[in-house]
């Protein structure tokens, strides 16, 4: 830690920030994975999640805005390739890459939820059966793209703070709890006769966003003893990158929309309940990419490795 600070006193970068000239030796910020990535991740957690519950609620409109969310998310993956013939070299390295697999996986899951759309508009009753199984398909397909951004970050042993099995499950509690504040908006706003599910939805939605909260602070002090790579990246997390991740992420994103389901829950007023569930869903998307952001920004790989 004294070599840190006697960088800063002499007027340098504390951190080798990766791609700028630098002849130092010690820890080297990642600068690839960023703002786009995390944006991606959030749209696919927020867009499956809504798919998924829209489909098992029956809920057309909010399905159409699941598909939205995932091909947006689809959009700008490809824009981030840059070429054609890489999207092409994408799924054809499904064997070793979680990226190639979670693209197929987030196609797949698009393709399922269109089919889902076709079955319940012109089909009708009759074809219940088939709407089920492309229910519980979607619902299959998403439960691993909500995981497969860990997956991903976690692949690499070379940026110890990501290297974790604790990592998949803090991008699907994230994208669940995004994905349950729009569930829950649009129910309120849809109609009074369906307050005993929503009921559950909220119990779950303040089980998602509790959960959250203990394995984001579980995940940074199994990282402090992890090694030096990972205790540098929780520190910059800490000090340096506060604003996003205390500030937004666990504050606003996360322990606000708590309290405000809360408070919610205690009301008998339908139009109060519909305020606190908009102001909880603003800040929970916001919270989702301000954490995901957050832990993509400060990723760390260590000469050790």
């Avoid at 927020?46 to 909010?62: R, Y």
Wanted: charged letters at 10%.
């Amino acid at each position: 830690m004294r070599v840190i600070r006697c960088r800063s006193e002499l007027g340098l970068s504390a951190w080798i920030k990766q791609g700028q000239p630098d002849f130092r030796t010690g820890p080297k910020i990642q600068t690839v994975w960023g703002f786009s990535e995390a944006l991606i991740f959030l749209l696919e957690g927020t867009g499956v999640t809504v798919l998924s519950f829209s489909m098992l609620l029956k809920w057309p409109l909010m399905t159409l805005v699941g598909l939205a969310a995932i091909t947006i998310a689809i959009l700008l993956l490809l824009k981030h390739l840059g070429h054609p013939t890489r999207a092409i070299k994408v799924l054809t390295g499904l064997k070793g890459s979680w990226i190639s697999r979670g693209t197929l996986f987030l196609g797949s899951c698009f393709v399922v939820g269109c089919l889902w759309l076709l079955v319940n508009f012109w089909a009708g009753a009759a074809w219940t059966s088939v709407r089920t199984i492309l229910t519980v398909l979607a619902c299959c397909l998403s439960a691993i793209i909500l995981m497969y951004p860990g997956f991903v970050l976690a692949y690499s042993d070379s940026i110890p703070f990501w290297h974790s099995g604790m990592l998949p499950l803090f991008f699907a509690l994230n994208g669940i709890s995004t994905g349950l504040s729009l569930i829950l908006l649009y129910g309120l706003m849809k109609s009074i006769a369906i307050v005993f599910i929503l009921r559950k939805l909220t119990w779950l939605q303040v089980i998602v966003l509790s959960t959250l909260l203990i394995i984001a602070f579980a995940y940074l002090e199994v990282m402090r003893k992890t090694g030096r790579g990972a205790r540098l990246s929780v520190e910059v997390l800490v000090k340096q990158e506060r604003l996003i991740f205390a500030v937004f992420g666990c504050l606003i994103g996360t322990v606000v929309p708590l309290v405000l389901i809360l408070l919610a829950m205690t009301h008998v007023l339908v139009g109060s309940t519909l305020i606190l569930m908009l102001i909880s869903a603003i800040c929970r998307s916001s919270g989702d990419l301000a954490l995901r952001y957050s832990f993509l920004r400060v990723g760390m790989y260590d000469p050790i490795y």
